[in-house]
Nanobody, 115 residues
Framework: QVRIVESGGGLVQAGGSLRLSCAASGIGFSIYSIAWYRQAPGKQREFVAVISRGDSTNYADSVKGRFTISRDNAKKTAYLQMNSLKPDDTAVYSC?????????WGRGTQVTVSS
């Protein structure tokens, strides 16, 4: 059974930091690219960051220089380090594992940034 579970969300003041985790089970984690998406209330889900199975990364312009995506294949976990958080970063953050034929979503973790 495949499980994708996010954790690490919470309430933080503007300028603060959080580290999100995306723990996977039931998949060959190392062959999947892992992406983070977010959805704010009343808005469409948007791409945040992605790390390929070869560890190349890409970021949305809105988070470049503030967020860092990484992965630990031995732990089957990906991370999103979020620094200099802004109220506009408030959203549900979801993890997406994809290797082409197969893809899986987690249920998300809430991040709330107060001004």
């Amino acid at each position: 059974q495949v499980r994708i579970v996010e954790s690490g969300g919470g309430l933080v003041q503007a300028g603060g930091s959080l580290r999100l985790s995306c723990a996977a089970s039931g998949i060959g984690f190392s062959i999947y690219s892992i992406a983070w998406y977010r959805q704010a209330p009343g808005k469409q889900r948007e791409f945040v960051a992605v790390i390929s199975r070869g560890d190349s990364t890409n970021y949305a312009d809105s988070v470049k220089g503030r967020f860092t995506i990484s992965r630990d294949n031995a732990k089957k976990t990906a991370y999103l380090q979020m620094n200099s958080l802004k109220p506009d970063d408030t959203a549900v953050y979801s993890c997406y594992a994809n290797n082409g034929p197969d893809s899986y979503w987690g249920r998300g973790t809430q991040v709330t940034v107060s001004s």
